[in-house]
T-cell receptor, first 113, second 112 residues
Framework: DVKVTQSSRYLVKRTGEKVFLECVQDMDHENMFWYRQDPGLGLRLIYFSYDVKMKEKGDIPEGYSVSREKKERFSLILESASTNQTSMYLC????????????FGPGTRLTVT | KQEVTQIPAALSVPEGENLVLNCSFTDSAIYNLQWFRQDPGKGLTSLLLIQSSQREQTSGRLNASLDKSSGRSTLYIAASQPGDSATYLCAVSGDGGFKTIFGAGTRLFVKA
């Protein structure tokens, strides 16, 4: 079974802090994704990575950056957290040839106060 | 710009009922459509994936249909059970791109 794990289930940070959300997958998937999920808005793509050190902006990249130094790990970075970044963050991964067959992690609920 | 809408936003039914969840999308040029299930506080699990050339897919008590020309999909759940209680999300993917566009979901509650 594919397993996608996220470093924290719940996280509380203060405005202005630098925040790191970590995602690890164990199935050698090339593609990894970061989404945020807000009530009434569904999931929105923040960043996509198709290989180590490669990334593409999604629909809402502002205020976020990403890092992929190893194939299995994809990090989402909030350089200076703001209250409007309070949300559920979901990581997903997929094989190179099966872009849309994404496996999701359990999510990190981030609260910025 | 592709938009995906799911109606209703929430649904409560007694156990044993057959039910239909609806999904509509604005751009018919899709590569595939997926239905996902999300349990409270958890990630998404793919239930059914319909390629653009297909009309429907079935898995157990679930049947998903796709009408590209009208921009609609339905998820039919037969003989609902309390364990079916979850949020169901519809998502479409365009041809050649890496983006999947998700609806906001329908929250289903099946009463025992």
């Amino acid at each position: 079974d594919v397993k996608v794990t996220q470093s924290s289930r719940y996280l509380v940070k203060r405005t202005g802090e630098k925040v790191f959300l970590e995602c690890v997958q164990d199935m050698d998937h090339e593609n990894m994704f970061w989404y945020r999920q807000d009530p009434g808005l569904g999931l929105r793509l923040i960043y996509f990575s198709y290989d180590v050190k490669m990334k593409e902006k999604g629909d809402i990249p502002e205020g976020y950056s990403v890092s992929r130094e190893k194939k299995e790990r994809f990090s989402l970075i909030l350089e200076s957290a703001s209250t409007n970044q309070t949300s559920m963050y979901l990581c997903a991964s997929s094989l190179y040839g099966r872009l849309y067959e994404q496996y999701f992690g359990p999510g990190t609920r981030l609260t910025v106060t | 710009k592709q938009e995906v809408t799911q109606i209703p936003a929430a649904l409560s039914v007694p156990e044993g009922e057959n039910l239909v969840l609806n999904c509509s999308f604005t751009d018919s040029a899709i590569y595939n459509l997926q239905w996902f299930r999300q349990d409270p506080g958890k990630g998404l699990t793919s239930l059914l994936l319909i390629q653009s050339s297909q009309r429907e897919q079935t898995s157990g008590r679930l049947n998903a249909s796709l009408d590209k020309s009208s921009g609609r999909s339905t998820l039919y759940i037969a003989a609902s059970q309390p364990g079916d209680s979850a949020t169901y999300l519809c998502a479409v993917s365009g041809d050649g791109g890496f983006k999947t566009i998700f609806g906001a979901g329908t929250r289903l509650f099946v009463k025992a």
